[in-house]
């Protein structure tokens, strides 16, 4: 049987940084081929084939696949949260149109699987926030939101009237230490360890008690393949899994770190992005995912911490 090759697109993000590195681990490096509109880390640059590919290029997308051989696509490529918000326009075009021409390519053989991340932004400020079910009332008022939202729509559409194998799993936000995360709501999860370690301080854009539901990376990139490798009649749902991780607020993440570094201090200024993470919910329900596909969480608050700080005090020094 030939072997996969896999097309990963926005693999300089936050995801695909991460992804293309563990893809690479399971398929061999020449089998996953990396592409965005700009480079990647070095990890990612020389340890297999990259190409630069802005998605909505579609002659430039044909041109890869062909070139390789590609039979499945991650197609991370998005305009996150905050970043859609100031430009409408842009985020619902690049979100939507990449999707729809992704799900054309595998409706028309040209592909067999596909990879599409949605995220907890799906759900509004009528959804209920605490164990935020995976069917249940969905509002989103950000243009992500509505883009992941229509997304989850289409790929439940083109399995069911195509046959495509789409899947797809809700992000809550993700924490890593190996890529900077560009543009969400979520990232002050992120920033705060950069900043602690680097100057002893931060200034939170969202308030002290906003609590999200949160992930760090490892967990999120295991789910990812743990759906991606199971068998098709596992795959229950097809718009998205609701996958949780831990839950917690600006408060909770500084004292964490204040076990590390007892002199760091953090501040808290709210700006536009406390009305989108207003907007989410507090926690998820994921037993769906652990039915179907035995999905499990690893990481909490605590082993984060220790693990951002570790690698962040190494990456500083
Ligand atoms: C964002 N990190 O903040 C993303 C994520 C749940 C949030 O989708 O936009």
């Not at 992930?215 to 749902?237: F, G, H, N, W």
Request: hydrophobic share 40%; net charge negative; aromatic share 10%.
């Amino acid at each position: 049987m030939t072997k996969d090759t896999i097309l990963v697109i926005g693999a300089s993000g936050q995801i695909g940084t991460e992804l293309v590195t563990n893809l690479r681990a399971m398929y061999g490096n020449a089998h996953v081929v990396a592409s965005d509109v700009k480079s990647a880390t070095a990890e990612v640059m020389e340890s297999g084939p990259f190409e630069q590919l802005d998605i909505m290029d579609e002659s430039r997308l044909k041109e890869i696949l062909d070139k390789y051989k590609v039979t499945q696509i991650y197609l991370l490529a998005a305009l996150l949260s905050a970043t859609a918000e100031k430009n409408i326009e842009l985020g619902w075009a690049l979100n939507m149109r990449s999707l729809s021409h992704v799900l054309d390519l595998a409706r028309y053989g040209k592909i067999k699987k596909v990879y599409w991340p949605s995220s907890i932004a799906v759900f509004g400020p009528t959804t209920p926030s605490i164990n935020t079910p995976q069917y249940t009332v969905m509002e989103p008022n950000t243009v992500y939101g509505i883009s992941k939202q229509a997304g989850e729509r289409w790929c439940e559409y083109y399995h069911h009237k195509f046959g495509v194998d789409v899947r797809s799993i809700r992000y809550p936000g993700l924490i890593s230490w190996k890529a900077q995360p560009g543009g969400g709501t979520t990232d002050y999860a992120v920033h705060v360890f950069h900043e602690a370690i680097k100057h002893g301080k931060y200034e939170s854009f969202l308030s002290e008690n906003t609590t999200l539901p949160m992930m760090y990376m490892p967990d999120a990139i295991r789910a990812t393949l743990e759906l991606m490798e199971a068998p098709s009649e596992k795959v229950k749902i097809r718009s998205s899994y609701n996958v949780a991780g831990i839950s917690f607020n600006p408060v909770e993440i500084a004292n964490t770190i204040k076990g590390h570094l007892p002199e760091f201090e953090m501040t808290y200024k709210s700006d536009e992005r406390q009305a989108i993470a207003d907007s989410w919910p507090q926690s998820i329900d994921d037993t769906l995912a652990r039915e179907h596909w035995g999905w499990k969480h690893e990481y909490d608050l605590k082993t984060i911490a220790e693990d951002m700080i570790i690698n962040l005090k190494k990456q500083y020094k």
